[in-house]
């Protein structure tokens, strides 16, 4: 049925408790292990499938189980399609490689069920031009499994789809998938890990030393890929279940995405300007884009995936999430700074701590976020293996053999492309995407700063109508003489440390202000405190205000927009903005669509 989402977190594939009293599972959050490898020379092997499952193996310390210790928190591999031997285990014919998609779905364990699934999914698929080749059902052991993960397992069948009548390949062929995909998660009982030409995922409710036997096709010596990603998960934020293990269509995260509440909101406020000549019909039915239920990682999986497959690179689209900290880098390259500025007004950041490791099938690679509180090292040998990992040895190396390593630095791509057999380096990719459009010609024209906004005269307030403004909005007299009265004085804001015994606003039997009932979401993770004058490097109170564009087709306008450079402003500053259409200051500015107070380089949840 319509609005039918995959995974909530409660879901026959989720362990989970369902919301009750004063608990939601939306509040919980997770931090991983991730790694990748791949092969230079781009030539598919299964050694590196071996070695990558090893690699899992030596991440089992960052992953975790439940009580049951054979009940994983969850763990998988994400490689390219293995085409040969997919033809020796389906008994019907496949079209070249490239020009079908396939992948594995995880249906309701009840047999009537799930061949109503099934029977929707050839429905929407002929709907949305492809043809279903077929159904591989997917061969298990689960003997190791705990009744935990056994209560909550999915049957496994991959499908295997091809464009109908005339033969569709490439990214053709992943946005027909993807659109299949996305209406078969909402409309029937069904989720995929992956459905694509170019990779294909195995994960579930798994530890890292089941993976490998749970599915028998990782050990055949015919499964064979040029890279893989693997991913150990400790569900620190969410439960586990087989949908939300990682890796994803094409990210495996270890951390967390702090900012996540005001990025899913955003990204739905956005779906009415959504438009794509790329992606076909109408985008509606693909909507919500952030599945409700998911993970701070499958959505921004989601979100990547959006970006990727209307237009953009992968790594483009990775960077337009994962900015590095560009606002007070003063030596960085104009064109490049460019570039951030213009995407800022577009995306704000999806900000960690995360190391996001990402792969489209043919390019592979690492982000850090601009803080580097998830770092990750790497390593390549003279034979062309490239390891990147969350920590050291997760593979035995020859050190004699190593002709590089390092670690990944904030802000910074480490990005190996099979196709091209070489590791593209950070300034190579920023230089060449900061050179795709004339950023910083679109911005000189539509962005203004505030202070260059011409001033105007805005009414000065009375002794009488300030005092009856401050005890509208509940100001009291220690308000007035412990916090604005030094202030003024000295311009600087009393510092205290005494705690509050008044009941919340939601507890209280006096009255309280709409304002009271609402606070500010941190993270309830370990990590470092930031703010905008300690860590000014990385973060910054910058914002802006205006109308915004189609997030897909930018647009010399989609940044015509004022910036704030602190969320706070004057009565003057309110004047200029109140009058910005005046006298052409900036004609046909519209000021109803807020940007928000979110600090753009920096940490939180945009206002």
Known sequence: MPGHHAF?????????????GLYDPRHEHDACGVAFVANLSGEADHDIVAKALTALRNLDHRGAAGAEPNSGDGAGILMQVPDAFLREVVDFELPPPGSYAVGTAFLPDDVEQA??????????????????????????????????ALGVMPVFSQLFLAGAGARVGGM???????????????????????????????????????????????????????????????????????????????????????????????????????????????????????????????SFDEVLELLHLGGRTLPHSVLMMIPEAWENHAEMDEKRRAFYRFHA?????????????????????????????????????????VVLASEVGVLDLDPARVVRKGRLQPGRMFLVDTDEHRIIEDEEIKAELAAEHPYDEWLHAGLIQLKDIPEREHIVHTHASVTRRQ?????????????????????????GSMGTDSPIAALSDKP????????????????????????????????????????LEPAPASCRQVV???PVISNDDLAKIRHINRDGDMPGFITHVSRGLYPVEGRGTRG
Not at 119 to 145: H, M, Q, T, Y
Not at 523 to 536: F, G, K
Request: proline letters at 7%; aromatic letters at 10%; charged letters at 25%.
């Open 8 to 20: 909530p977190p409660h879901s026959r594939f989720s362990s989970a408790p369902p919301a009750q």
């Open 115 to 148: 061949q109503k699934t099934r029977r929707r999914i050839e429905e929407i698929a002929a709907e949305e031009g492809l043809e279903v080749l077929g159904w591989r059902e997917v061969p298990i052991e689960s003997d190791l499994l705990g009744k935990t």
């Open 172 to 298: 053709a062929l992943e946005r027909l998938a993807f659109c299949l995909r996305k209406r078969a998660e909402r409309e029937a009982e069904v989720y995929f890990p992956s459905l694509s030409s170019r990779t294909l995922a195995y994960k579930g409710m798994l530890t890292t030393e089941q993976l490998g036997h749970f599915y028998p096709d990782l050990t055949d010596e015919r499964v064979a890929s040029a890279l893989a990603v693997v991913h150990s998960r400790f569900s620190t934020n969410t439960f586990p279940s087989w949908p939300l293990a990682h890796p994803f269509r094409f990210i495996a995260h270890n951390g967390e995405i702090n900012t996540v509440m005001g990025n899913r909101n955003w990204m739905r406020a956005r779906e009415a300007l959504l438009d794509s000549d790329l992606i076909g019909g109408d985008l509606e039915r693909l909507y919500p884009i952030c599945t409700q239920g998911a993970s701070d990682s499958a």
């Open 345 to 385: 007004s577009l995306m704000e950041p999806w900000d960690g701590p995360a190391c996001v490791v990402f792969t489209d099938g043919s390019q592979i690679g690492a982000v850090l976020d601009r803080n580097g509180l998830r770092p990750s090292r790497y390593w390549v040998t003279d034979d062309g293996l």
């Open 471 to 495: 005890q509208i909005f509940g100001y009291t007299e220690e308000e007035l003489r412990i916090l604005l009265t030094p202030m003024a004085n000295t311009g600087a804001e009393p510092i």
């Open 512 to 551: 309280r202000l709409l304002f009271d009932y609402f606070s500010q979401l941190f993270a309830q993770v370990t990590n470092p405190p930031l703010d905008a004058i300690r860590e000014e490097l990385v973060t910054s109170l910058a914002g802006t205000i205006g109308p915004e564009a189609n997030l």
């Open 564 to 566: 704030l450079p602190f």
